[in-house]
């Protein structure tokens, strides 16, 4: 009886992982949005009728529908293959059309994504740049503010306190200098 058990066990080990999908590979984005949301007129910001396009999403409909390439272009800028490009382009494109429709807020945020640059992000201006000056690495191209973060590929952000180093979890449109530490009521910053 264990002879048969353990060959049972071997082949049910062996069938499931053949039947595994491969892992997802980070799609390529070639540059962040300049802007994190799109919000229609009589909207207000806190509305909770909210549409959230991954970055890899925005990069679809910006290559095909604002650079105006074909899909199997923009799949090999990608880096994904031309059926996987399609589905991230249909669901890109009922996103913004239910926004269109019912009047919801877009927020581009999150995804399975990479930067072949490194691009930062700054938080007084709001400008999105790729070059930085050796001279001057922790200041911002256009308004020379130290506040600058380097623009992660990762989905969750955090905020810290500068005092007592407390981590808070970010919470989108609220930024992390207007936050109270909740241990020793000192200013947090984004981390």
């Known amino acids: 009886?264990?002879?048969?058990?353990?060959?049972?066990?071997?082949?049910?080990?062996?069938?499931?992982?053949?039947?595994?999908?491969?892992?997802?590979?980070?799609?390529?984005?070639?540059?962040?949005?300049?802007?994190?949301?799109?919000?229609?007129?009589g909207v207000g910001v806190e509305s909770?009728?909210?549409?959230?396009?991954?970055l890899e999403?925005?990069?679809s409909i910006r290559l095909c529908d604002y650079?105006?390439?074909?899909?199997?272009e923009a799949c090999g800028l990608?880096?994904?293959?031309?059926?996987?490009?399609?589905?991230?382009?249909?669901s890109a494109r009922r996103k913004v059309a239910q926004a269109f429709v019912e009047g919801r807020v877009i927020l581009i945020q999150g995804g399975d994504f990479h930067f072949d640059e490194k691009w930062w992000k700054c938080h007084d201006c709001g400008s999105v740049?790729?070059?930085?000056?050796?001279?001057?690495?922790n200041e911002c191209a256009l308004?020379?503010?130290?506040?600058?973060?380097?623009?992660?590929?990762?989905?969750e952000s955090f905020c810290v306190c500068v005092s007592c180093g407390y981590l808070?979890?970010?919470?989108?449109?609220?930024?992390?200098r207007e936050e109270v530490c909740p241990k020793c009521e000192s200013k947090m910053k984004k981390k």
Not at 48 to 54: F, N
Not at 67 to 72: C, F, G, K
Not at 78 to 90: G, H, L
Not at 168 to 176: F, M, N, S
Request: glycine share 0%; with cysteine; charged share 25%.
């Open 1 to 41: 009886m264990p002879i048969i058990y353990l060959v049972f066990e071997n082949i049910l080990t062996i069938f499931v992982l053949l039947k595994m999908p491969r892992p997802k590979r980070h799609r390529k984005v070639l540059s962040p949005p300049a802007f994190h949301a799109f919000i229609p007129s």
């Open 48 to 54: 909770k009728e909210v549409v959230e396009l991954k």
């Open 57 to 59: 999403e925005y990069e």
């Open 67 to 72: 650079d105006l390439l074909n899909h199997a």
């Open 78 to 90: 990608m880096n994904v293959s031309r059926a996987t490009f399609a589905r991230i382009y249909e």
């Open 129 to 137: 740049f790729n070059s930085v000056n050796k001279a001057r690495e």
């Open 143 to 155: 308004c020379s503010s130290d506040y600058i973060e380097e623009y992660s590929s990762s989905a």
């Open 168 to 176: 808070k979890k970010h919470v989108a449109g609220h930024p992390c």
